[in-house]
């Protein structure tokens, strides 16, 4: 089988994977074709004058990544730093260009294949995030998953424009 029909095989199959992974003991997941890598917790510096949800800033490899609070950002209550703490690297497209943001999350847990039959619309109450922030709701052994939609989570215009007082940033 020649290569590029190998990997738009592979793209096919890609594109029904999430990643599911813990926020205040709530699992959520996103496409495994926007995440980019997985780091452990590291320093972050802080970036005066942004939302409480921005962390601020990490290098990764000499690339300057900005950080976003996940839990912060859901409205679920700032996070702590756990023992199995971690960054998700997602890229996300706007405008025609490519951004790099890091996600703090309480830890991951595995992939899941998530076909458009076992999906089902996010529901209008029982959620404590936002709705537009929900994709959808996949079934996943017998129970649902929120995947998030980073097109509305991590809206960059969004995020530049809603600034406020910084935060004091709790770890265990």
Do not use: H, W
């Amino acid at each position: 089988m020649s290569d590029k029909v190998m990997n738009a095989s592979n793209q096919q199959t890609d594109e029904y994977q999430y990643l599911t992974f813990y926020v205040q003991d709530e699992q959520f997941g996103v496409g495994i074709l926007v995440i980019k890598e997985i780091i452990e917790f590291a320093i972050i510096t802080k970036v005066p004058q942004m939302n409480r949800y921005m962390l601020g800033i990490t290098n990764v490899r000499g690339s300057i990544i900005p950080v976003i609070d996940l839990s912060d950002r859901l409205g679920l209550g700032q996070s702590d730093v756990i023992r199995r703490t971690c960054v998700v690297i997602v890229e996300i497209v706007e405008e025609g260009e490519i951004f790099e943001i890091g996600l703090l999350i309480d830890g991951v847990n595995q992939v899941y294949d998530i076909y458009p039959s076992d999906t089902e619309d996010a529901p209008n109450f029982g959620s404590r995030i936002r709705k537009d922030f929900i994709k959808f709701m996949g079934k996943v052994e017998n129970r649902f998953v929120a995947i998030l939609s980073l097109d509305r989570l991590l809206s960059i215009q969004e995020l530049s424009r809603s600034t406020n007082n910084t935060n004091e940033y709790r770890g265990r």
